[in-house]
């Protein structure tokens, strides 16, 4: 597939709805079709463990979760759902249950018997995640496909048998080899992955399908989704439903943050029908997020007329919306300029930190900054009513925030105009405001657009500052402290992820512009780490393997050396600085 392809992931990305899909049943709950968006969540246990799994299920379905996933790294978990089964259905409990399987495909016909859902990883189902592409260059790509329909086949025929429903879930972090030879480490490759057991799927007549592509890094998800959505379209497959999610997005309000970006930039497109917020966190607290993010990225009921011109901005492979530079007091905005973070008062407190704001944003009166406040101030720009300066900002603060910046952009290039573009919100502090400025900034973002973004804030303006330097950093734009990817933790964590992540952060969380990896094992861990600088991963009970980038460079640390360890080794790269002491 080449990577000009450009075919509508919607029909108007001016006006989205929600994607229309097979309605695909798991137990009594109802994925797809025209149901609303279901949250799902994990349990962080074996289900060997069924006590605790038991547990974790019934405390996820008390908290509203609609569908709970369970690891099962082994036969033994597999056939230890049953009893895991047997015990949640004697409380009464109805909530389905997914079984999440890699690299055990005997345990996932196993899981069959007992769960509403089983879950396949396409990247190593048939193939392995982990050959390295030498060897991969001598095999024949086709008969790999060959080998997926050979193994593939019979599992669909028995998940129709037993009336359940197939996740084909793929993983940015792990693409198989076979992939990665053919397409690299690329968005052509999440999609073919999912194109080819789908072409199995459409064989065999089966569609109790949902897909996932997932990634930790939120505008590689977001693509990923949008080109599946056009690739079933045009190559004439059922719409299946998709499950969304941005992997290892960490903890606190970071994770929270870094969801948001992902997540609702799709639920804003249409285009996620269940959703699960990946916490490195208790897994009860990921349910109120999603559920508070399906709230706030709702489609509008009534969409707006922009009277734009399509939009020829390319969806699916990032590059920043070309733009003039236009000067401000101290520096300038716009062209290869990063994306600059303004504050809101009347004059610029000088620092030179890298998350201090760097201009002063005093209202739209009086400064160099053009203010779009609906739709008609836009289609009068649009039909050539209406000019402004090419030395200026440009601000969409109407309704239906990212739609009409959306339409601004596209009368900008109607206009032959390059106009930096200013992001500008006024929110409160609330939980739900930021998630919203995420969401929305994010897929602006995430598109290319946006030279410069203001959060407005009258009861806490510090907090504003550093939710838009947050944000610019969940959607890869701008990195200004330290990053951390991390996974929620499940059955197959090899350590307490809680606590060392918690460690992690006190030691290093004051190194700035670096990222650091904490992954509980290696199915995702090598794969996810392709954009951090270090990484610490569970590579047996016990023991860490330290990488860096997506080279491993200790193997099988002793837990109780690891962190010792990877300060080391950040030092021995020159990237390593001592934390000031706080007055």
């Known amino acids: 597939m080449s ?11 001016f006006s989205p709805v929600r994607r229309k899909t097979v309605r695909v049943q798991v137990g009594e709950a109802v994925i797809g079709g025209e149901s609303p968006v279901l949250v799902q969540s994990m349990t962080t246990t074996k289900p060997k463990d069924v006590a605790e799994t038991v547990r974790q299920t019934l405390a996820l379905a008390q908290a509203g979760c609609g569908l709970v996933r369970i690891t099962v790294p082994t036969l033994a978990d597999a056939q230890a759902l049953e009893e895991v089964m047997r015990q949640i259905r004697a409380t009464g409990c109805r909530v389905p249950v997914s079984a999440d399987i890699h690299f055990q495909p005997k345990a996932a016909f196993e899981a069959l018997k007992w769960v509403e859902k089983v879950r396949i990883n396409p990247g190593n189902f048939v193939d392995s995640g982990i050959a390295t592409l030498e060897k991969q260059a001598e095999k024949n790509f086709e008969e790999g496909k060959e080998k997926v329909v050979e193994a593939f086949t019979p599992f669909v025929r028995e998940a129709r048998e037993r009336g359940r429903v197939i996740r084909i879930g793929v993983n940015h972090g792990s693409l198989s080899a076979r992939m990665l030879y053919r397409y690299g480490d690329t968005v052509e490759g999440m999609v073919e992955s999912a194109m080819e057991y789908l072409a199995v799927c459409e064989a065999e007549h089966f569609d109790q399908v949902v897909v996932s592509l997932k990634s930790s890094t939120p505008r590689v998800a977001i693509a990923a989704y949008r080109m599946l959505a056009a690739r079933l379209e045009k190559e004439h497959f059922k719409p299946y439903p998709f499950h969304v999610g941005v992997t290892e997005a960490g903890a606190g309000e970071d994770g929270r943050l870094k969801s948001a970006v992902g997540i609702g930039s799709l639920l804003i497109d249409g285009l996620a029908d269940t959703i699960r917020v990946s916490l490195t966190e208790d897994p009860v607290a990921e349910v109120p997020v999603a559920q508070e993010l399906i709230r706030v990225s709702e489609l509008p009921q009534k969409t707006l007329d922009f009277h734009v011109p399509d939009w020829a901005k390319d969806p699916y492979h990032y590059k920043r919306l070309e733009t003039e530079k236009v000067s401000y007091s101290g520096g300038a905005i716009g062209a290869a300029e990063m994306v600059r973070v303004g504050v809101s008062a009347p004059v610029l407190s000088l620092s030179n930190g890298l998350r201090s704001p760097e201009f002063a944003f005093t209202g739209f009166a009086g400064q160099n900054i053009v203010a779009f406040k609906d739709e008609l101030d836009i289609a009068a720009f649009a039909d050539g009513s209406r000019n402004i300066p090419q030395d200026s900002l440009v601000a969409y603060v109407g309704e239906q925030f990212v739609l009409g910046n959306r339409a601004l952009v596209s009368a900008l290039e109607s206009r032959k105009q390059k106009n930096p573009v200013l992001l500008y919100k006024r929110i409160s502090a609330s939980e739900s405001d930021k998630l919203k400025t995420a969401a929305e900034f994010g897929s602006l973002l995430a598109d290319g657009i946006g030279d410069a973004v ?130």
Do not use: W
């Open 454 to 583: 203001v959060v407005e804030s009258e009861s806490d303006q510090n907090m504003a500052v550093s939710l838009a330097f947050d944000i610019l950093q969940a959607a890869g734009v701008r990195r200004s402290k330290t990053e951390f990817i991390s996974c929620p933790g499940c059955g197959r964590t090899l350590y307490d992820i809680r606590e060392v992540i918690g460690k992690i952060k006190a030691r290093l969380g004051h190194l700035q512009n670096i990222s650091i990896g904490v992954m509980g094992c290696i199915v995702n861990g090598p794969g996810e780490l392709a954009d951090a600088d270090f990484g610490y991963i569970g590579g047996a009970p016990g023991f860490i393997n330290l990488f860096e980038g997506k080279t491993c460079v200790k193997k099988n640390v002793p837990e109780a050396n690891a962190l010792d360890e990877l300060v080391e080794l950040i030092k021995s790269r020159g990237r390593y600085v001592e934390a000031k002491e706080s007055k």
């Open 3 to 13: 990577e000009n392809f450009n075919y509508p992931y919607m029909p108007n990305r």
